[in-house]
């Protein structure tokens, strides 16, 4: 008389299948994690620094002097963090006019800003 064994359970070959599918998923799954904080903090950090720009460009503009043309650097400290400003002041083609330029940095040396904000104030005569 053969007697014939019933078995059930996963084989290895089985387990180490689908060990490799959760591993792919949550790969997947991690990846799509850090890319959303990435994406969260920019949006933050460009949010913040639009803030700033209309902050400094509603100070250059409620000053009762008119604005000198040139260049200024300032450093503002916002959300836990400091902020870096340039602001310029720039003559057009009417005398009555002048262009007002902020742009903002999260690094001093950066060549590049989050954000450039511009804005224009006239003379009253």
Same mark, same amino acid.
């Given at each position: 008389? /053969? +007697?014939?064994?019933?078995? $059930?359970?996963l084989? =290895?070959?089985?387990?180490?299948? @689908?060990?490799?599918?959760f591993s792919? *998923?949550a790969?997947?799954i991690? #990846?799509?994690?850090s890319?959303t /904080?990435?994406?969260?903090?920019d949006i933050e950090h460009?949010?913040l @620094? +639009? %803030?700033?720009?209309?902050?400094k460009? $509603? !100070?250059v503009?409620?000053? *009762?002097? %008119?604005?000198n043309v040139? *260049?200024?650097?300032?450093?503002? #400290?916002?959300?836990g963090?400091?902020w870096?400003?340039?602001?310029?002041v720039?003559?057009?083609?009417?005398k #009555?006019i002048?262009?007002?330029?902020? !742009?903002v940095?999260l690094?001093?040396?950066?060549e590049s *800003?989050i954000?450039?904000r511009?804005?224009?104030?006239?003379k =009253?005569?």
């Amino acid at each position: 008389m /053969t +007697h014939r064994i019933n078995q $059930s359970g996963l084989t =290895l070959l089985e387990i180490l299948v @689908a060990l490799a599918v959760f591993s792919v *998923s949550a790969l997947a799954i991690l #990846d799509t994690i850090s890319t959303t /904080t990435r994406v969260v903090e920019d949006i933050e950090h460009t949010t913040l @620094a +639009h %803030w700033i720009a209309g902050n400094k460009i $509603s !100070e250059v503009l409620i000053k *009762s002097s %008119w604005p000198n043309v040139g *260049s200024t650097g300032d450093q503002v #400290d916002m959300a836990g963090r400091e902020w870096f400003l340039t602001t310029k002041v720039e003559a057009t083609a009417r005398k #009555d006019i002048r262009r007002i330029t902020v !742009e903002v940095r999260l690094d001093k040396n950066s060549e590049s *800003s989050i954000v450039s904000r511009l804005a224009f104030t006239g003379k =009253l005569k």
